[in-house]
C-alpha cells in the first residue's frame, strides 16, 4: 500500500507560492510621505513628470544617478521600462512622494542580481526637496524590509562611488553593513571609472534604529 505523500510546508507569510520572489506593486505609507510605484501613469503632464525632467539636470544626480529623463519624451521611455520591471516582478522602482502635496523627493529601487538565489541590489536618488529632512533613509529602510518580508529577498546590497558620501551615511544608518571596496567598478556620470564601496545586508540581521530620521 502506497503512503500518502506529506503535505508541503506553507509558504511563508506574504509570499505567492507559485511565483517566488517575485517583486508585486504596493505601496508603502511612511506618514508624512508616500512610496508607490513608478508607472506610465507618471507621465501625465503636471508637477512629477516636471520634477522627473529637472532631477535628470541635478549636478548630483547626473553625476552618482545620472537619469535618462532630461525631457518628456525621455522620461516617457524611462517610466514605461519602470513598470514594465513591475511587470515581470524583476525590479521594484518607488517614487516618493510629499504626503501634502505630492511633491517628488526621491527614488528608492530594489531589483533582482541572482533571483533564484534572493541577491538583489537597492538604490535611492534624492532631488534637492527630498534631501536633510530623513525620507529617503526612512524610505530605503522600509523598501528594504518590504523587500525581505514580500519577496524572500536573503541578501540585499548596496553599490555607491567612494565620493558619494551622503549615500554611505544613508546605507550605514540603513544597517547596511560595509563589506569592502569595489575597485574602478562603475562608469559614473563623469565618464570616469571610480571605485565603490559594497554595503550589505541579510534578512537575517537585526532592524536598525531609524528612529533619528522621523519627520526632521
Not at 519624451?73 to 519602470?82: N, S
Not at 540603513?174 to 569595489?182: A, S, V
Request: aromatic share 8%.
Amino acid at each position: 500500500m502506497s503512503t500518502p505523500a506529506p503535505a508541503p510546508a506553507p509558504a511563508p507569510a506574504d509570499l505567492d507560492n507559485t511565483e517566488p520572489r517575485t517583486f508585486r506593486r504596493a505601496t508603502l505609507d511612511l506618514g508624512d510621505a508616500v512610496l508607490r510605484p513608478w508607472g506610465r501613469a507618471d507621465a501625465e503632464p503636471g508637477p512629477v513628470l516636471d520634477s522627473l525632467v529637472a532631477a535628470a539636470a541635478d549636478p548630483l544626480i547626473a553625476l552618482w544617478n545620472p537619469l535618462a529623463t532630461r525631457d518628456p519624451a525621455a522620461a516617457l521611455a524611462w517610466l514605461a521600462a519602470r513598470e514594465d520591471s513591475w511587470d515581470k516582478g524583476t525590479a521594484a522602482p518607488f517614487a516618493v512622494l510629499d504626503a501634502a502635496d505630492g511633491a517628488l523627493l526621491g527614488c528608492v529601487n530594489l531589483r533582482w542580481t541572482d533571483r533564484a538565489d534572493g541577491l538583489a541590489m537597492i538604490g535611492y536618488w534624492a532631488p534637492p526637496a527630498g534631501r536633510g529632512r530623513g525620507v529617503i533613509g526612512r524610505a530605503t529602510g522600509a523598501v528594504t524590509a518590504w523587500g525581505f518580508r514580500t519577496a524572500d529577498a536573503r541578501r540585499i546590497e548596496v553599490a555607491h562611488a567612494v565620493g558619494n558620501e551622503a549615500s554611505c551615511r544613508l546605507a550605514l544608518k540603513c544597517g547596511y553593513l560595509p563589506e569592502g571596496t569595489l575597485r574602478a567598478s562603475f562608469r559614473f556620470g563623469d565618464g570616469t571609472y571610480h571605485d565603490e564601496h559594497l554595503h550589505a545586508r541579510l534578512a537575517t540581521d537585526p532592524e536598525p534604529d531609524l528612529a533619528p530620521w522621523q519627520r526632521r
